[in-house]
């Protein structure tokens, strides 16, 4: 079965095909609009994607050899809900034009199981931790749809707060990829952070961010290297005290590690080093947003039998604990 996976929940244009092989094109488009706003402006987002989106699936298509699939899924929530709409609305045509079926897919769920799309793959059941620009969260995945959450953030993303520190520094938006090159020229001990603390095992990002923030307006001479290196250190420190925790709590060691943050270098080997945990990871370039998570997320609910009608709407707050679990009563 050859699906069309589309994404347009944020800042990303994407569309890809996916069969049980493997993927088979992928097309991502990041908008630069929003660059000079330092975070992305909801409006023209959602102009930005209506320009591109005819482009990125002949694309997609035309990359994958394909005419016509066999079905096309597209995120239809969590994400901005103008944005949401351009990709749910011009997939849903293509599936009533084409008379393939269709399936609305998660885009926290797309996150969630792009470690699927490698050679290597977890097996349920397995802990996801889901680390974006909206989301910081480590669920309990016992079958497809049927996930409980284990922790989440509190305040801000772990993306979130890479953003902030990269703004309150001068150094741009997205932070975390400018960051994560800074650090790698910097001393990750230069500058004791605090590792905060939330109830149990939930994260709070906002502190850390203010201390950085404390940190370079009381001393402008530090070394940009060691403000990232340190600030990272400390994120990547909590992010795998969780999961360590989590593991310990449910006696799962299987960690599927996703999102934006996940393409960030020493949270990858530190994670991946750890005795604790067996970690299994997307590709760098399908950790932040694209075609082919959504695709593979849709796939899989397809084949498990899954199909929705087309006044199927967009959900900008869809959680994953309540996803549907194809084939339950
Ligand atoms: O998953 P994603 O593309 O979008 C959301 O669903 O939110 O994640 C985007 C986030 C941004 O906050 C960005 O700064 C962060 O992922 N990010 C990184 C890295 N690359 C992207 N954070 C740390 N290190 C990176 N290398
Ligand atoms: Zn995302």
Redesign the pocket.
Known sequence: MRVLGIET????TAASVVDATGVLSDVVYTQTVHEQYLGVVPELASRAHAEKITAVVRAALDQAGVETPDAVCATSGP?LIGAVLVGLSFGKSLAAGWGVPFVGVN??EG?LLSPLLESSQPAFPFLGL??????TTLYRADALGDYTTLATTVDD???????KV?RVLGLG?????V???LAQDGDPKAIRFPRPKAQGLDWSFSGLKTAVRNHAHKNPDTRPEDLAASF?AA?VDVLIDRAVRGAKKTGIRTLAL??????????RARISACPELDVYLPA?SR????GAMIANAGRLRLVAGQRDELDVSARPGWSLDTLPIPGAP
């Not at 889901?130 to 989301?135: A, F, L």
């Not at 996703?258 to 949270?267: I, Q, T």
């Not at 950790?287 to 694209?290: K, P, Q």
């Open positions: 929940s944020c800042d990303e994400g885009h926290l996150h889901v680390v974006s620009g909206g989301h993303a772990a993306g979130e707060a890479y953003d990269a938006y997205p932070g975390g990829p960051i994560d090159r990272q994120v996703s999102g934006g943050v996940a393409a960030n270098s020493e949270l760098r950790c932040t947003d694209n």
